[in-house]
């Protein structure tokens, strides 16, 4: 029986060579709208992965609509460009669509010199903190006239099929949203007049590019925001949306940006929005397309195989392993590099207005400076660390042609992934540590585990360089009483060799403290299984199941010097990770510094002076040292040594693994 991941499908006239859909992504490539040579390279490698359709952009429908970052289709001199970039996708045997998009009150006007936002209603926007311009009726004409117009120069371009986004906050679905839309007109008031506008820019873009011309539309199946567009107001929607030959499939989305509800961290399912997409396959008669947090070809398929929806979207699990779709083609699923939900590259770079990079994929965004590498003299290469950096610099060694010996003290590779993927909800960075050690392994590296790195060791195997990714150590603060028999490691607790009492105190709130009371908060709760059998027998209602979900059995406080908690948390992450602390109940004590650990807790100076916070055990996570005890030794050797990682300098995963690769291509 055939794998339904591969079976063709038809969009309008389309055929598509199997169900795997990479979404349009914020990528911030583009230069003044323009396609650029890092994008094309980038979408280039997805299409050779093995992607059936490949949407890029979004692309944008005026000079209001989006940041220059994005590609650009509201101009005719943009069309070149669009041309190049949809024949990289046809010669890597995708399809290829372009995602049109206005960012309404979404778009802050830093990117457009100063303009004012535009929206349906004059209602400030928490996203961007700005209140947008109330678009009269003559603006909305010349909207629609733009997405009919940007639609024409896609189809023109050479592209397979347009797709419109009529969700996530942007302008389309703020005009269906009663949260954003109050106006008294005809494009406001009744579910009617909110639909007004979506279908006109709808109609307009099929009289644009014509019956055949396969038109994609993304909606939310769910906005996820209190007093907005929920689930069944939605699947209605999906069915105007769908009708009169406007659409011919559907993209489920989930969410707006400002929704209190997490929408693609680790914490997310796997899958676990598909249900929204098999609401509006109830109630459509075109293809359906679910997405989010679908990052392995086991969860597609099983989709697809229970009739959830007939294509899957998977965005940063192709960022993560472009060669995803044809490892699982080839039958090669414990080759591929999944996706980790963590955000460090893909969203948290945005944040800064950068291009898009990944955690688990150094290359990802790189790929023209970062192409195929051959040694022009093979050496031996000894990597001294099997955590993250020293995987990622075996990888990359091995791959430019050197032999390659990779020494790690402890019985296992992947390090400090390990203990971030303790908590419930983080899995997926011991997920990573598995990826990595799999794909040392394919790369032939000789892995030597339970052996320490010593001078010693080094001289026996004679390597020609070294690169030395020995790691970091917990730091032990100098206060009195740390050394305490109620005092342990946040390092010992996520590692199960050290087990709190009920009362705990946590000295440090940055990400290893975060992560420590995120771990010891679920101690006692409903894991998803028992939630699943007593909710499934209605053993108990709905309240006090959730109460028991959240409701642990220790009673915990985070104490941090600084005025935030997670300050080292990136920012697409961050405030997950604090909504879940309030959630299970766990205290936070900001701008309050340790001064002595005793037998009855913590003394503590705060705003209110020196207090007693009571604890049957203090868990230390002020942070990490280095640990780099062979670099003096090395260089006494004359052996060329690189340092990485928190061996040179603590820092986040994501750039451990990016130094490591670099120093594994010795660059």
């Given at each position: 029986m055939r794998d339904p991941l591969y079976e063709p499908i038809r969009i309008n006239k389309l055929e598509v060579r199997n169900r795997i859909y990479l979404p349009a992504m914020h990528l911030d490539m583009a230069d003044t709208f323009q396609v650029t040579d890092k994008m094309k390279a980038f979408y280039r490698e997805r299409a050779k992965g093995g992607a059936g359709l490949v949407c890029v952009g979004f692309a944008t429908v005026d000079e209001r609509s989006g940041s220059r970052l994005n590609i650009g289709a509201h101009k005719d001199e943009l069309i070149p460009g669009l041309a190049e970039l949809a024949q990289e996708i046809r010669a890597g045997g995708a399809a290829s669509a372009v995602q049109l998009n206005h960012a309404g009150r979404y778009n802050p006007s830093l990117f457009m010199e100063g303009r004012e936002p535009v929206a349906p209603s004059a209602i400030a926007s928490r996203f961007t903190k700005e209140t947008p311009h109330a678009l009269e009726k003559e603006e909305i004409r010349e909207i629609v006239e733009s997405f009919a117009a940007a639609a024409g120069?896609?189809?023109?371009?050479?592209?397979?099929?347009?797709?419109?986004?009529?969700?996530?906050?942007?302008?389309?679905?703020?005009?269906?949203?009663?949260?954003?839309?109050?106006?008294?007109?005809?494009?406001?008031?009744?579910?009617?007049?909110?639909?007004?506008?979506?279908?006109?820019?709808?109609?307009?873009?099929?009289?644009?590019?014509?019956?055949?011309?396969?038109?994609?539309?993304?909606?939310?199946?769910?906005?996820?925001?209190?007093?907005?567009?929920?689930?069944?107001?939605?699947?209605?929607?999906?069915?105007?949306?769908?009708?009169?030959?406007?659409?011919?499939?559907?993209?489920?989305?989930?969410?707006?940006?400002?929704?209190?509800?997490?929408q693609i961290v680790p914490s997310v399912p796997r899958g676990g929005f598909a249900y929204l997409a098999r609401g509006i396959k109830e109630a459509v008669d075109v293809p359906v397309i679910a997405s989010h947090r679908i990052n392995d070809p086991e969860t597609a398929r099983e989709l697809l195989a229970s009739h959830m929806c007939d294509m899957a979207a998977m965005g940063r699990g192709l960022i993560a392993d472009p060669e995803l779709p044809e490892k699982a083609r080839q039958g090669r699923e414990a080759d591929i590099l999944h996706c980790i939900g963590c955000g460090q590259g893909c969203m948290?770079?945005?944040?800064?207005?950068?291009?898009?990079?990944?955690?688990?994929?150094?290359?990802?965004?790189h790929e023209l400076e970062l192409g195929a590498q051959s040694a022009a003299s093979p050496q031996r290469v000894l990597v001294a660390g099997g955590g993250p950096a020293g995987m990622s610099a075996a990888m990359a060694a091995s791959e430019a042609g050197h032999e390659v010996i990779l020494v790690e003290r402890s019985r296992q590779l992947g390090g400090q992934l390990h203990l971030a993927g303790a908590p419930p909800g983080r899995e997926e960075f011991a997920v990573l540590a598995r990826d990595l050690a799999r794909q040392v392994e394919l790369r032939g590296v000789r892995v030597e585990t339970g052996k320490e790195a010593t001078p010693e060791l080094i001289r026996k195997y004679g390597p020609d360089r070294v690169i030395l990714c020995t790691g970091g150590a917990p730091i032990t603060p100098d206060i009195p009483g740390a050394d305490g028999d109620n005092v342990c490691q946040a390092w010992e607790v996520l590692s199960r060799?050290?087990?709190?009492?009920?009362?705990?105190?946590?000295?440090?709130?940055?990400?290893?403290?975060?992560?420590?009371?995120?771990?010891?908060?679920?101690?006692?709760?409903?894991?998803?299984?028992?939630?699943?059998?007593?909710?499934?027998?209605?053993?108990?209602?709905?309240?006090?199941?959730?109460?028991?979900?959240?409701?642990?059995?220790?009673?915990?406080?985070?104490?941090?010097?600084?005025?935030?908690?997670?300050?080292?948390?990136?920012?697409?992450?961050?405030?997950?990770?604090?909504?879940?602390?309030?959630?299970?109940?766990?205290?936070?004590?900001?701008?309050?510094?340790?001064?002595?650990?005793?037998?009855?807790?913590?003394?503590?100076?705060?705003?209110?002076?020196?207090?007693?916070?009571?604890?049957?055990?203090?868990?230390l996570a002020v942070g990490t040292r280095s640990h780099n005890p062979l670099q003096t030794e090395v260089e006494s050797m004359s052996i060329p040594c690189s340092v990485v990682g928190d061996a040179k300098e603590p820092g986040q995963a994501i750039h451990a693994i990016r130094q490591g690769y670099l120093a594994g291509r010795n660059e």
């Open positions: 120069r896609v189809q023109k371009a050479g592209f397979d099929a347009v797709e419109i986004l009529c969700g996530t906050g942007y302008l389309i679905s703020e005009f269906l949203s009663p949260l954003t839309n109050q106006r008294e007109d005809e494009y406001g008031g009744s579910p009617e007049n909110r639909l007004r506008f979506p279908l006109e820019v709808l109609r307009a873009i099929r009289g644009a590019v014509g019956p055949d011309f396969p038109l994609v539309v993304r909606m939310n199946g769910n906005d996820l925001m209190p007093g907005g567009m929920g689930r069944k107001d939605l699947r209605e929607t999906a069915g105007h949306l769908s009708g009169e030959g406007l659409a011919d499939a559907m993209h489920v989305n989930v969410g707006w940006h400002e929704a209190p509800v997490p948290d770079s945005l944040f800064r207005m950068a291009p898009v990079e990944c955690l688990v994929n150094p290359r990802a965004g060799r050290a087990y709190p009492g009920r009362r705990v105190v946590i000295v440090g709130g940055g990400a290893a403290g975060v992560e420590t009371a995120l771990y010891l908060g679920r101690k006692g709760t409903l894991d998803s299984e028992s939630l699943k059998f007593l909710l499934s027998h209605n053993v108990e209602d709905c309240d006090t199941l959730r109460g028991l979900c959240l409701s642990g059995t220790k009673e915990i406080t985070v104490v941090e010097m600084l005025d935030k908690t997670g300050k080292d948390i990136g920012p697409s992450t961050r405030w997950t990770m604090k909504q879940e602390m309030a959630a299970l109940g766990i205290a936070s004590r900001t701008e309050t510094k340790a001064l002595e650990i005793t037998s009855e807790g913590l003394r503590a100076e705060t705003a209110n002076g020196t207090e007693l916070l009571p604890a049957d055990s203090v868990v």
